[in-house]
């Protein structure tokens, strides 16, 4: 559950510790001591679920106030034409290269020691 601060600041978890409305500072707050949340300005976010996207149309996540619960809405939009381009041929060639030699060198490896060096070596070129 993820929270949204009336700044339209938004964390992966409760804060634990906050301002007053009155400008006094709070610290130790509990995570479910949603009052006192609220009095720092911070509410739990309700998820929904992403509407899945088309071949031309995605969705933008936004968090919206409703009858008082803070949720999270999705709008729907075209997408633009970069994001409709197919992938360059030189990016797409030069990832399915990467992975190949990720592949080879994992096939080869006959310790952790390798398989690490392997995967250090795979995000250096990420």
């Known amino acids: ?24 500072t709070v ?7 949603l009052a006192l949340l609220a009095e720092c300005g911070w509410h ?15 969705h933008d996540r936004t968090v919206t106030e409703i009858d008082g619960t803070w949720t ?16 360059e041929p030189d990016r797409v060639a030069a990832l399915e290269a990467q992975n190949a030699a990720l592949i080879a060198d994992l096939s080869k490896a006959t310790t952790l020691a390798q398989v690490r060096a392997a995967a250090t070596k795979a995000a250096d070129l990420a």
């Open 27 to 33: 610290s130790g707050i509990q995570p479910d001591d």
């Open 72 to 87: 999270v809405t999705w709008t729907k939009r075209d997408r633009t034409a970069d994001e409709m381009a197919p992938p």
């Open 44 to 58: 739990p976010v309700t998820p929904t679920p992403r509407p899945d996207d088309t071949d031309t149309t995605t």
């Open 1 to 24: 559950m993820t929270f949204v601060h009336d700044n339209g600041d938004e964390r992966a978890t409760p804060p634990t510790e906050g301002t007053l409305h009155d400008g006094r």
